[in-house]
T-cell receptor, first 115, second 114 residues
C-alpha cells in the first residue's frame, strides 16, 4: 500500500552526466514537491507543482528541472550534476483542499551519488 | 518571513524515560499548522504529530504529545516511555494555509540508550 514511490532508491551518476529521478503517487494529491536533503540537514524545497502549475524556488539552480506529465507522476531532471548535487532527493505530496490539506506525505527518497 | 528554530542538535534519552524536543517559530500569520516529522536513519520521513494553530488543545498521538504555546511561539514534542525505535532525526515544520510550502527546522537527532 505504498503511497509515494520514488525510483530508483539509489542512483549513481558521473559528473556532468544528466540524470532523472522519478516520483509517483497513489494518493491522487494535487500538489507535488521536490526537496534536496544533504546529510543531517533540513530538507530544502526545490520546487512544487500545484496541479500543473510549476513553482520554482528563487534559489533553485537552473541545473534542476522538473516535469509533471500527469497527476500521478513527477520527475526531477538534473542536467549536469556536480559533486555538490550529491544528496537525498525527497518527493512529497499534499492535497489542494479538504481535511489534512496541510499535511505532506513523503516518499522514501532517492540517494544520488555523483562520481 | 517565517522561521523555525530547533536549538537542540542532539538529545539522548534512556529507554522507557521521557524526553522533550524543543521548537520555536516566528510568524505574523494567524492561520497556520505545526508538525513534527520523524526521519529514521536511511528511512522515510513520517508524520509524528500535527497541531492546528487555532486549536488551544495540545495534540496527542499515543506516546507523543506536544506543548503548544501560541503566544510564546513554542511547539515542543514530548515522547513518553521512549523506545529504541524512536531513535531518529526529528524535524519541526511550519505551514501557512495557501502557500503549499513547509518551513523546516534544522532537526534534532534523538538517541535512545538501552
Amino acid at each position: 500500500d505504498a503511497m509515494v514511490i520514488q525510483n530508483p532508491r539509489y542512483q549513481v551518476t558521473q559528473f556532468g552526466k544528466p540524470v532523472t529521478l522519478s516520483c509517483s503517487q497513489t494518493l491522487n494529491h494535487n500538489v507535488m514537491y521536490w526537496y534536496q536533503q544533504k546529510s543531517s540537514q533540513a530538507p530544502k524545497l526545490l520546487f512544487h507543482y500545484y496541479d500543473k502549475d510549476f513553482n520554482n524556488e528563487a534559489d533553485t539552480p537552473d541545473n534542476f528541472q522538473s516535469r509533471r506529465p500527469n497527476t500521478s507522476f513527477c520527475f526531477l531532471d538534473i542536467r549536469s550534476p556536480g559533486l555538490g548535487d550529491a544528496a537525498m532527493y525527497l518527493c512529497a505530496t499534499s492535497r489542494k483542499q479538504g481535511v489534512f490539506r496541510d499535511t505532506q506525505y513523503f516518499g522514501p527518497g532517492t540517494r544520488l551519488t555523483v562520481l | 518571513a517565517q522561521t523555525v528554530t530547533q536549538s537542540q542538535p542532539e538529545m539522548s534519552v534512556q529507554e522507557a524515560e521521557t524526553v522533550t524536543l524543543s521548537c520555536t517559530y516566528d510568524t505574523s500569520e494567524s492561520d497556520y499548522y505545526l508538525f513534527w516529522y520523524k526521519q529514521p536513519p536511511s528511512r522515510q520521513m513520517i508524520l509524528v504529530i500535527r497541531q492546528e494553530a487555532y486549536k488551544q488543545q495540545n495534540a496527542t498521538e499515543n506516546r507523543f504529545s506536544v506543548n503548544f504555546q501560541k503566544a510564546a511561539k513554542s511547539f515542543s514534542l514530548k515522547i513518553s516511555d521512549s523506545q529504541l525505535g524512536d531513535a531518529a532525526m526529528y524535524f519541526c515544520a511550519f505551514y501557512t494555509s495557501g502557500t503549499y510550502k513547509y518551513i523546516f527546522g534544522t532537526g534534532t537527532r534523538l538517541k535512545v540508550l538501552a
